[in-house]
């Protein structure tokens, strides 16, 4: 039979060894108190945890388990954040591609703009007549009108009319009706030639 204070004592040990238990379990997690729009991302995060770390200690059904505000949770220490719900920056590879992407986008673009036919209207008029007889500086017969804000003066157009032959013209007039039709173009020529000319659809493209 062993002796009463050897008893004792192995009592005493084997109390300290799980007093000393506890306390490390208790070290290992602290308590927190939901606050209004928390989420156990943001949680595991602020606290460097895992979600899933939070689920296990608090026995909760899921990552999407539903929190309210002033509910007690149990956060475990110790664990990393969890790497799969970081955002991950934009790498230097990236910017560079992005870039090249947008600078063949507008290279496409202007392209595009530049040699690619847009079916329009064409009417005609004779400056001389459309000026009231008051005197124009633009001559009859070598430009068009058009909206300025889409074929600004100066621009060269190529013009494919429905009889099929086609005419180089350059922007250089725009009449109230042209201003207000970005879509509609009128034709420089002689007052008798407008008549018999009337509207028609055109085939149109910028080359200078």
Known sequence: MLPKSFVSRSLLMFGTLIGLGFTTISASAKEYTVKSGDSLWGIAKDNNTTTKA????????????????????TIPNGAKADKSSRIKPLTENTSKNSSKSKQSSTK?????????WTTMVATAYDPEVAAGGQGTSIPTGTGVAAALDRYPKGTELEIK??????????????????????????????????????????QVRVIG
């Open 108 to 116: 496409l673009t202007t392209k595009t703009a530049t040699s690619g």
């Open 161 to 202: 009319f429905q009889d099929g032959h086609t005419e180089t013209r350059v922007v250089n007039d725009t009449g109230t009706f042209a201003a207000s039709n970005p879509n509609q173009l009128d034709i420089s020529m002689t007052n008798a030639q407008a008549m018999q000319f009337g509207r028609q659809s055109i």
């Open 54 to 73: 939070i689920v296990d200690a608090n026995s909760l059904g899921s990552a999407k388990a539903v929190i309210l505000p002033n509910q007690k949770l």
